[in-house]
């Protein structure tokens, strides 16, 4: 069955130190893989895609086919990344993990 | 177009009721997707279009629910005899079905009590 996994519900850091949200993926063959976010009372939306591999808010995630994972990184965290996070993979239809809220500390 | 639109925004009924939520998608976005969303939890997928084809349905959906999207535009979705636990988000996305462009955008989602 399609997965994916986030093994952390919380993730609380001091500004300006490294962060990384974990996401793992079960799915048979290659599914396109994104990072969602969500900000207090807003709508979620896209951070980034496996495909673009780009950067986006200091935001990077690198796709590891053989550990089958698509961390995402920032080397440092600022207050206004406090959000939930939620990986999702798609072929054809889109699933979402269970998402990590991310506490950035002053 | 400014984005995707569901109706209503707040929804509170009572067990045994029948309610319909409505999803506009932006408009050139040929795929729509439907997800319920409680506190604490990522959005737990239960269907998708391509179009007006109901593509695929989560098998944790009950029987209750059912979505149409007639036209290929708005969708409804429909939850028969409702039960305290259908309380949740109702959350809509949108996309195009393109290599280049995937995005989903997502409403701001029809909040459901059943009292």
């Known amino acids: 069955a399609q997965r994916v996994t986030q093994p952390e519900k919380l993730l609380s850091v001091f500004k300006g130190a490294p962060v990384e949200l974990k996401c793992n993926y079960s799915y048979s063959g290659s599914p396109e893989l994104f990072w969602y976010v969500q900000y207090s009372r807003q709508r979620l939306q896209l951070l980034l895609r496996?495909?673009s591999r780009e950067s986006i808010k200091g935001f990077t995630a690198d796709l590891n086919k053989g550990e089958t994972s698509f961390h995402l990184k920032k080397p440092f965290a600022q207050e206004e990344d406090s959000a939930m996070y939620y990986c999702a993979g798609s072929q054809g239809n889109l699933i979402f993990g269970k998402g990590t809220k991310l506490s950035v500390k002053p | 177009d400014t984005g995707v639109s569901q109706d209503p925004r707040h929804k509170i009924t009572k067990r045994g009721q029948n309610v319909t939520f409505r999803c506009d998608p932006i408009?050139?976005?040929?795929?729509l997707y439907w997800y319920r969303q409680t506190l604490g939890q990522g959005p737990e997928f239960l269907t998708y279009f391509q179009n007006e084809a109901q593509l695929e349905k989560s098998r944790l959906l009950s029987d209750r629910f059912s979505a149409e999207r007639p036209k290929g535009s708005f969708s409804t979705l429909e939850i028969q005899r409702t039960e305290q636990g259908d309380s949740a988000m109702y959350l809509c996305?949108?996309?195009?079905?393109?290599?280049?462009?995937?995005?989903?955008?997502f409403g701001q989602g029809t909040r459901l009590t059943v009292v």
């Open positions: 408009s050139e976005h040929n795929r």
């Open positions: 496996h495909i």
């Open positions: 996305a949108s996309s195009l079905n393109s290599y280049l462009d995937t995005e989903a955008f």
